[in-house]
């Protein structure tokens, strides 16, 4: 999966330039990213003892004006906890571990705290924070509950509600760098299938709903609007089709190239 939204991703990028390397008077207005980190979990088991695991995705984002961008995010994370790493000894004892594969979803709103212009070396970096909702669903689930004896561990949708704080640099042209920290806050106390009321007689902490949060860093590429043809790319045109017409007395052959001529 991972192999597969890499390609894609640099195919789409390769695609553009070859497109665009001949226009200009151009503008971003959107931007198309792949990313790269490790996430970890905070609920009821092994408290104050974060395992942290793979996560990768991307998002396309499309901007409302400088400052503000619409953005769709897609994220796979491994979340996973076991009471015997941690130091608490009522969490040893209890001794309950989960391990999930979730695929995210979410849409969120993002601000820029500054200007940001890709190709200009006054504006090549800002910070950013977004907000927004979405949710997830797990693709693979293992747990404890399975050796005792529990069988209601069907996986279900839970709302998430993404919390992102970032920075975006730009390297040459459209391309950028970026690394972002996002913290999900959820609907859901069960995500490690260990809620507040507890099971077995050992009980859950008093903390509330489960959370999760992920640290990643990945390259993006702008999607430009253009504007107007390259100054470059018209003189290339006047040296195939001959000069242009500069009054209505032409010669046979410039007519002729000026018939086959596109506007």
Same mark, same amino acid.
């Given at each position: 999966m ?6 894609l ?5 390769f695609s553009m330039?070859a ?5 200009q008077?151009s ?11 490790t ?5 009821d088991?092994?408290p104050?003892n974060?395992?942290?695991?793979p ?7 499309? %901007? ?17 906890g ?9 969490a ?9 594969k979730?695929?995210?979803?979410? %849409? ?7 200007k ?7 504006f090549?970096?800002?910070?950013y924070?977004s907000?927004?909702a ?9 747990s ?5 004896g ?6 279900t ?6 919390l992102? %704080?970032g920075?975006k ?19 859901s106390?069960?995500?490690d ?5 507890g099971?077995?007689?050992y ?13 990643k860093?990945?390259?993006?590429y702008?999607?430009?609007?253009i ?5 470059q ?15 209505d007395?032409?010669?046979t052959?410039k007519g002729?190239f000026?018939?086959f001529?596109?506007?």
């Open positions: 991972r192999t597969v939204v890499l390609y991703f640099f195919s789409v990028i330039t497109q665009a390397q001949y226009l008077l503008e971003t207005s959107g931007e198309i990213g792949v990313f790269q980190g996430a970890s979990y905070r609920g088991i092994a104050g974060y395992k942290w695991n996560s990768y995705g991307g998002f396309y984002k499309k %901007l409302v004006n400088d400052y503000i961008g619409i953005r769709v995010n897609y994220e796979n994370i491994t979340l996973e076991n009471d015997n790493s941690s130091f608490d000894m009522y040893m004892q209890r001794n309950f571990y989960f391990y999930r979730f695929e995210e979803i979410s %849409l969120t709103t993002e601000l820029y705290f500054l940001f212009i890709d190709g200009n070396k006054h090549r970096f800002s910070p924070l907000f927004g979405g949710a997830i669903k797990s693709k693979i689930s293992k404890d509950m399975a050796v005792e529990y069988t209601n561990v069907q996986d949708i839970t709302i998430v509600y993404p992102n %704080l920075f640099y730009n390297l040459i042209g459209p391309f950028n760098v970026f690394g972002e920290a996002t913290y999900r806050f959820t609907n106390d069960n995500i299938h260990l809620s507040d009321d099971r077995n007689g009980q859950g902490s008093a903390s509330g709903k489960d959370q999760y949060f992920s640290f860093v990945g390259l993006s702008n999607l430009l609007k504007y107007g043809p390259d100054k790319f018209n003189e290339k045109k006047k040296s195939i089709f001959g000069a242009e017409e500069s009054s007395k032409t010669s052959k002729l000026k018939f001529k596109r506007n």
